[in-house]
T-cell receptor, first 114, second 112 residues
Framework: SAVISQKPSRDICQRGTSLTIQCQVD?????MFWYRQQPGQSLTLIAT?????????ESGFVIDKFPISRPNLTFSTLTVSNMSPEDSSIYLC???????????FGPGTRLTVL | AQSVSQHNHHVILSEAASLELGCNYS??????LFWYVQYPGQHLQLLLK??????LVKGIKGFEAEFIKSKFSFNLRKPSVQWSDTAEYFC??????????FGPGTRLSVLP
């Protein structure tokens, strides 16, 4: 398994601002994923981030709103842009060796938008 | 679109009771199956997984799950729950070559 850390662990932001969330893994991994877990709900995949290529976004999520970087095999960032209260959620980073092996999750970033 | 359903939103049990949490999925092809647990204030952890072979898989902390292909089900079981099993449980389905789809989760409360 991999050890995953996320920064910040939580934040309270104002409407219209942006927040960048960092995900750091203790080993090189092929695939990194970003999920959203809205209050009381399950996980929804935002995008898959592979090093050296553009992130692949799921239906309902766009790059302008959730730009992602993956500069190397141990690090990724997710930015939540032009935030609104509807973006209040827990954002989770996960890693896997492929799209069909188990994924290991970071502790999450709890975002509150006022 | 593929979907994953979990039978119960919230289950309340007394300690030592037996547990079964239902999970059904709609995808007809080959799938990998997972159960994840999220203890209060902690991150998601893998409980167990099924890729192929014996449809009865054993995981950590005394949990097991049975894959029944004909029923598109992957139910989680534990013969005797403890207070420390209080958590949110998520079933996840991973159709081969595609991304994970998570169920809505089942909140388990175990009364001491």
């Amino acid at each position: 398994s991999a050890v995953i850390s996320q920064k910040p662990s939580r934040d309270i932001c104002q409407r219209g601002t942006s927040l960048t969330i960092q995900c750091q893994v203790d080993s090189q991994v092929t695939m990194m994923f970003w999920y959203r877990q809205q209050p009381g709900q399950s996980l929804t995949l935002i995008a898959t981030a592979n090093q050296g290529s553009e992130a692949t976004y799921e239906s309902g999520f766009v790059i302008d709103k959730f730009p992602i970087s993956r500069p190397n095999l141990t690090f990724s960032t997710l930015t939540v842009s032009n935030m609104s209260p509807e973006d209040s959620s827990i954002y989770l980073c996960s890693v896997g060796t492929s799209s069909y092996n188990e994924q290991f999750f970071g502790p999450g970033t709890r975002l509150t938008v006022l | 679109a593929q979907s994953v359903s979990q039978h119960n939103h919230h289950v309340i049990l007394s300690e030592a009771a037996s547990l079964e949490l239902g999970c059904n999925y709609s995808y007809g092809g080959t799938v990998n199956l997972f159960w994840y647990v999220q203890y209060p204030g902690q991150h998601l952890q893998l409980l167990l997984k099924y890729f192929s072979g014996d449809p009865l898989v054993k995981g950590i902390k005394g949990f097991e799950a049975e894959f029944i292909k004909s029923k598109f089900s992957f139910n989680l079981r534990k013969p005797s729950v403890q207070w420390s099993d209080t958590a949110e449980y998520f079933c996840a389905v991973n159709p081969r070559g595609q991304n994970f789809v998570f169920g809505p989760g089942t909140r388990l409360s175990v009364l001491p």
